[in-house]
């Protein structure tokens, strides 16, 4: 009996075993097949369109405009990046091609940035195929019942439920009105949770629409490699207009973030087995022949400013133009050196000013210790040498406390000096804008010069009748005829303040009236 027990739990595990090595084998083999199967399929030719993208470092013209593209709103082209939205609240903007799109198949590639200070964003951008432009809309910045496609990057929950951010893809006839409340999810033909805001390194995403099927791969900016793309979403079946519009849009509400475009790369898809269109078959003679003689005439006159720019600048030839630009990584590295420097400058000033106080204090140490030496050997009682002892604490004490009220004295007077001399240098370049505090400064220096020939009157009475100066003041006198040096310091500390005052006021005043130019 105890040998069949025994040999019960043997036997199971030999069947497990088994059983796991055919499930191993099975799902290997009928991946090699996947394999063999999606190697024998040929990829697309890919040709890039250049009417229909933009990227930098050249990336809008001297005018402010991007060719080929269109941009409303608030958007703003650079020459490395377009801003379709700024982190300001209730912005709208939007990039379009000019010309529309007539690919059967089509892949896009979008590189972008999101970033915002806060934990949540609003509210995301979207990326369009549509048959009219929407300019401007209520949908990420873009108009409503579209038709056609768009790819939502979702910022901000709208239903509560944790689901964003999110890529949401909804597709339009031209009827249809997107569904703010749920997010579009109600609507959504496919979908994913992918946080793309504020990564180390820009997002990328590429649509492509091939033989009827929308496929969406991210790729979410933890590395610069460009080629690491993951799945998203895909959808089957889709029909979607044979021409149309290709459009970036974005848009901020209650909250902001910055919306910004690096580049937006199509490429035209041919299936193997047909022949891809030339590329001169598009361009009809006559534009072409234009281009041609635009392009000659640009050719000439920039060969021209290299000669001239040669004989200007004959040290710098034969160096490259594109080393003298920085580029987007190397102004963020400087950015960070610089940012480093300043906080080990600051520590350093930091360090330097605890060592003086610690040297002040070994110096205060040293001498209390003398002084209790000294005492302990001259007194004559421990009751004496107590009663020292206490008293000379006392007076370490009110040295203290004089020494900090004078240091915060002077600290707040070299803060109040610094405020006066950038109101002179305001007001020096503000001309007749700062005329009442120039009065201001006469009238104290008036008052100052009243105060000073007050108290030297008073000294020369004094000094002539030496005899009577226990006469001039009665022993209780309503009011005191005469100036202390007490009424005179707070007499002077008040003017002080209502003068700080003052300027602080106006400054406040000036500042808050430059925002509006």
Known sequence: MAVSIAWRPAANARVLILTFLTTLIFHRSVA????????????????????????????????????????????????????ITTSLRSQKGSVWT??????DNWEAEVTFRVSGRGRMGADGLALWFTTVQGLDGPVYGAADQWNGVGIFF??????????????????????????????????????????????????RAKITYYKKTLTVMINNGFTPDREDYEFCT?????????????????????????????????????EPGQQPPPP???????????????????QQELDKKKEEFQKEHPDIQGEPIEDLYESVNDREIRQVFEGQNR???????????????????????????????????????????TVGQQQLGTVITTQQEVLKSLNELRSSFHESLKQISLTQH???AGGMGTYESIQHFNDIKEH?????????????????????????????????SCLSTVHFVVFIVVQSVLFFCYIMYKSQQEAAAKKFF
């Open 32 to 83: 090699d097949i996947a394999a063999g199967a999606s190697t024998s399929e040929e990829l697309p030719h890919r040709r890039f369109e250049y009417k229909y993208s933009f990227k930098g470092p050249h990336l809008s013209q001297t005018d402010g405009n991007i060719p080929f593209w269109i941009h409303t709103g608030n958007a703003i082209p650079s020459a490395d990046q377009v801003r």
């Open 98 to 103: 000019k010309n529309k799109v007539s690919f």
């Open 154 to 203: 979702d910022s901000f929950d709208n239903d509560g439920k944790k689901n964003n951010p999110a890529i949401v893809v909804v597709g339009n006839n031209g009827n249809l009105v997107y569904d703010h409340q749920n997010d579009g999810t109600t609507q959504a033909l496919g979908t994913c949770l992918r946080d793309f805001r504020n990564k180390p390194y820009p997002v």
């Open 234 to 270: 895909k959808v089957d079946n889709m029909i979607i207009p044979n021409e149309g519009f290709f459009g970036i849009s974005a848009a901020t509400g209650g909250l902001a973030d910055d919306h910004d475009v690096l580049s937006f790369l199509l490429f035209r898809l041919t």
């Open 280 to 298: 001169d078959s598009e361009i009809p003679k006559e534009e072409k022949d234009k281009y041609q003689e635009e392009f000659q005439i640009f």
């Open 343 to 385: 906080i080990h400058l600051e520590i350093k000033q930091l360090h330097r000013q605890l060592a003086m106080i610690l040297d002040e204090q070994r110096r205060y140490v040293s001498v209390i210790t003398d002084e209790v030496a000294k005492k302990g050997t001259n007194a004559e009682s421990g009751q004496v040498d």
């Open 426 to 428: 305001q007001g020096n």
């Open 448 to 480: 100052l010069h009243t105060v000073k020939r007050d108290v030297e009157h008073l000294v020369q009475r004094n000094a002539q009748n030496p005899a009577d100066k226990v006469m001039k003041c009665p022993e209780v006198p309503a009011m005191p």
